[in-house]
């Protein structure tokens, strides 16, 4: 064997390249003493210390939102009055300053999917090449290939649209968009912060759950409109799936709509505010029994409802080549991992809205740092466990995957609505 596989060397050659391969446990065995590890460390506490020190400069993000608002306003009022001594008819400014907000808050929810599209994929290469000991992208942009996910969407941006020649063409062509648009239209009253969300719902929460479920029917779409019995297959799987985990999904939000009486996420965030005995955050994760297990509950289907393994069955590569996606190319199937991406940032948001504590600080003295920094935070700690248990885990097979929510996930969301009507009987 020895001759088989000799020793690997490593490169010196700018002390990264590897010329054959060499086991990180060698490469790795004092990783502080290597120069690199220990600049690399430096730089993400610089980068983390950046962000705390920008988040208390700043402040709320909202109260800028206000400002930036009032002076919209002052605009538009001051057109009011100058457009007409022009001849400009004074009617057509009644509702521009509206139109405009509302506008820019679209552009503002758009770019964020975008960004968090970019920024998921290559943290997820760095991710699972770290818990593989490979180095994932690395010259792209420079520092550990940062600039490899936006060449990345230049390249499909650039490939050929292709579709089957007996693919139902118009189909074809909008199942990409009926996946897109309700993952931008669920994060409308999302928050990001204290007060700081694109529109305040009284319902949000039943908004949310009812907005993101509709992508399910341009899966089903792009499955039909392929003409192909893998792609078929795989839109029926997905039907089935998010159909079947939605109620269960549902059923682990009902126990924090219990405790706080109310279906807007800023009462569900504000009710989590403050401390037990001055020190012991009031987040619903800890409000046992119900809370620990609805938290869990919504984890797991929010698992299924993304995608993500081990409930990736509609994609399925080792039995179905990509499911749903096999008969699209270039940007119209980027659509539907920009959406799943989405949809993973919009459970991550919610789990931290519903049950950690939205964006209250874990300790009081940390409570200089604004909400939007905190909600960040918890959504990012959230994606990384998506991320890993996405390269931890096998994949369910069907038969597996419809038993684990008919006959485990459901019997024990009902047990817990149950747990919280008994909790609060005793409050």
Not at 78 to 102: E, N
Not at 253 to 279: C, E, H, K, R
Request: aromatic letters at 16%; charged letters at 15%.
């Amino acid at each position: 064997m020895s001759e088989l596989y000799p020793k690997p060397v490593f490169s010196k050659k700018a002390g990264r390249l590897l010329k054959t391969r060499l086991w990180p446990t060698e490469r790795w065995a004092s990783p502080w003493s290597q120069p690199q590890y220990r600049r690399s460390a430096g730089m993400l506490a610089g980068i983390i210390f950046g962000i705390l020190l920008v988040g208390v400069v700043v402040g709320e993000l909202s109260k800028w939102g206000d400002l930036l608002y009032r002076l919209l306003l002052t605009g538009t009022a001051w057109l009011h009055q100058t457009l007409p001594a022009y001849g400009a008819p004074a009617g057509f400014l009644g509702d521009a300053a509206d139109i405009t907000w509302i506008s820019f808050k679209v552009i503002v929810i758009v770019a964020v999917i975008n960004l968090n599209g970019l920024w998921a994929v290559w943290w997820e290469r760095k991710l699972s090449a770290h818990m593989q000991s490979r180095l994932g992208p690395m010259y792209a942009g420079g520092f550990h290939g940062w600039a490899q996910t936006a060449l990345d969407a230049v390249k499909l941006l650039l490939k050929e649209d292709a579709r089957p020649a007996d693919a139902d063409g118009a189909v074809h062509r909008l199942a990409p968009v009926v996946v897109i648009v309700p993952a931008v239209l669920a994060f409308a009253p999302v928050l990001f912060g204290k007060e700081l969300a694109a529109a305040k719902l009284d319902v949000g929460a039943l908004y949310v759950l009812a907005v993101s479920g509709v992508s399910v029917i341009g899966i089903v779409m792009a499955g039909w409109a392929s003409n192909n019995k893998f792609s078929l297959l795989g839109g029926l799987r997905s039907a089935a799936q998010v159909v079947s985990y939605e109620i269960p999904r549902i059923f682990a939000v009902v126990p924090v709509l219990m405790f706080v009486g109310s279906l807007d996420l800023a009462v569900i965030d504000q009710a989590q505010q403050g401390y037990w005995w001055g020190f012991f955050p009031r987040w619903f994760v800890f409000w046992f029994p119900a809370g620990p297990l609805a938290f869990l509950l919504f984890l797991i289907a929010s698992l299924a409802e993304t995608n993500r393994v081990p409930f990736d069955i509609p994609e399925a590569e080792s039995e179905l080549v990509a499911g749903f996606m096999t008969e699209y190319s270039g940007m119209k199937w980027a659509l539907f991992f920009l959406a799943e991406y989405a949809y993973v940032l919009l459970a991550c948001f919610m789990l931290s809205v519903f049950f950690l504590g939205g964006g209250a600080a874990p300790l009081p003295f940390l409570a200089i740092v604004p909400s939007w920094i905190w909600m960040l935070a918890k959504a990012l700690a959230m994606m990384f466990l998506f991320m890993w248990l996405r390269w931890t885990l096998p994949r369910f097979r069907v038969d597996q995957l419809m038993d684990f929510n008919w006959k485990f996930l459901l019997p024990w969301s009902f047990a817990c609505v149950g747990l919280a009507g008994i909790m609060l009987l005793w409050i």
